[in-house]
């Protein structure tokens, strides 16, 4: 089951996906707009691969034939429901189906089994409410109005009644709404549930209740410059975290201990360093510096002296010893972050287990819902390790994605013999293989030598390093 958004769906490539229609004049089309993205008119001439459209705001355009695309002009005033019911499944049809429905508040569409989300950018509070988790339970899929409810009911029902795991994987650009579906997905998925948690607050105020706060001034805080958001106040914030830490069963002493380690990051990250009397050394800047090693060292009730060779110096184990080498600066400053995100790191693991016990996940349980809420694909102008595997992990979703939609589905019409039309679609494997393919033993050849046929980047990156 998937749950993608608008960019998550468009990624597949339905420019691809036109079926090839006879464009004569008098046509009704889409050609692309570079403002609107697409804007429809009429073919008024056809010059073997060359058309000449004149488009609905008044512009003459002239184009090569496969950038038209034709226009079903019988689709319903207020859009269709299912995109699979649209005469033409391609870009512009897309995205005019989402844009009349988003007119009409209509957020949600399906393709198939998959629901499109179309961030409302306002509050509808009428289409999460109890009334509302009440329809869809046990309600079909596309017996009502599509749903985030509706996805999260047939996840429920097949767990329930056939005892199946489900993954609901909701992807989409940074700020494409990931976040708030699936915090709906997961009031709906507690409300199914039904069950009363400690102190008799509900699993989903146990589970929604729980969020971290955001504390500002320091380094690793302050990169945005953005230090106040309208209608958030940091002291209510930090109240709030402190409740659902209560009510999620984490103790006065383990509080401090979070706060503690958080604390000691932030103060990690103020740690800043100079070139050291050796060459490539480095050594700790200045008194500031060193308070905020001092204060991390304490936080986290470690040898500062330890703390202060781990940030400056690398050791390596081989068979035969063990190296230890100065860092310069510019490598003390990377390997103090790579600490901070390890510490990080695993105090959210730490955290997730532990919200985990307190809701009374069952170890033994045979099946569960597993929702996704996945990073997007990001392209800054600077580009660093992390942007490679956050969409290094966007690619294999989206070759998972591929073998569900397409390649499974088109291999089961075939086996079935029914009659369809092949469905091109854009395969990334090739972008996978270069990615994570591992190095393989090449056939022997004549003087009985191994070759080694180069891997994929993280193969390559893992011999340099
Ligand atoms: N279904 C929704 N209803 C109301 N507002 C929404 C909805 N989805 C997204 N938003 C708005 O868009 C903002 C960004 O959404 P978010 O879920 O944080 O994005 P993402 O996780 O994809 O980066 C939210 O803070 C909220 O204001
Ligand atoms: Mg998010």
């Not at 069950?195 to 955001?214: A, F």
């Not at 805080?221 to 958030?232: A, F, H, K, P, T």
């Not at 009374?360 to 996945?374: R, T």
Request: glycine share 6%; charged share 25%; proline share 3%.
């Amino acid at each position: 089951m998937y749950m993608l958004d608008l960019l998550g769906v468009l990624y597949c490539g339905f420019a691809e996906f036109a079926s090839p229609v006879n464009i004569i004049i008098g046509s009704h089309v889409w050609v692309e707009d570079p403002k609107l993205a697409w804007i429809d008119g009429e073919v008024t001439r056809i010059n073997g691969d060359e058309v000449h459209v004149q488009t609905s705001n008044g512009k003459a355009v002239v184009t090569n034939i496969s950038k038209v695309f034709p226009k079903d002009t019988e689709a319903p005033p207020g859009g269709v429901d299912d995109m699979t019911r649209l005469s033409y499944l391609h870009e512009p049809g897309v995205l005019q189906n989402l844009a009349t429905r988003y007119e009409l508040n209509e957020i949600y569409t399906y393709t198939g089994n998959i629901l499109i989300a179309v961030n409302p950018f306002q509050r509808l509070p009428h289409l999460y409410d109890t009334h509302m988790m009440e329809q869809y339970k046990g309600a079909a899929l596309g017996e009502l109005s599509p749903h985030v409810f509706a996805i999260g009911d047939v996840a429920y029902r097949a767990m329930i009644n056939e005892g199946k795991s489900n993954s609901i994987l909701v992807s989409g650009e940074s700020g494409a709404g990931k976040t708030e579906t699936t915090k709906m997905l997961m009031r709906y998925l507690a409300y199914l549930g039904g069950r009363s948690g400690v102190e008799g607050r509900t699993v989903e105020q146990q589970v929604l209740e729980y969020k971290l706060g955001n504390p500002k001034s320091f380094h690793y805080l302050n990169q945005s410059n953005c230090y106040e958001l309208d209608g958030i106040d940091d002291a209510d914030e930090y109240l709030a975290l402190r409740r659902a830490m209560d009510i999620v069963g984490i103790s006065e002493e383990e509080q401090e201990a979070i706060f503690r380690v958080v604390a000691a990051i932030l103060h990690l990250g103020n740690v800043n360093f100079v070139k050291g009397e050796e060459i490539d050394s480095s050594a700790i800047r200045d008194d500031k510096s060193r308070f905020h090693l001092n204060t991390a060292a304490e936080l986290l009730r470690c040898d500062v002296q330890s703390l202060e060779d781990a940030l400056i110096k690398r050791v390596m184990v081989t068979p035969e010893e063990v190296i230890t080498r100065t860092l310069d600066p510019d490598n003390a400053l990377a390997s103090r972050d790579a600490l901070a995100k390890t510490i990080y790191s695993r105090l959210f693991d730490w955290i997730v287990e532990k919200i985990n016990i307190s809701i009374g996940q069952d170890p033994n349980s045979n099946s569960i819902i597993g929702v996704l809420d996945i990073y997007g694909f990001e392209s800054f102008k600077f580009n660093s390790f992390e942007q490679f595997c956050i969409n290094f992990t966007n690619e294999k979703l989206q070759q998972h994605f591929n073998q569900h939609v397409f390649k499974m589905e088109q291999e089961e019409y075939s086996k079935e013999e029914i009659n369809w039309s092949y469905i091109e679609f854009v395969d990334n494997q090739d972008v996978l293989d270069l990615i994570e393919k591992s190095p393989s033993l090449d056939d022997i050849d004549c003087d009985f030598n191994h070759l080694q046929k180069p891997g994929g980047i993280i193969s390559l990156l893992d011999e340099a390093w």
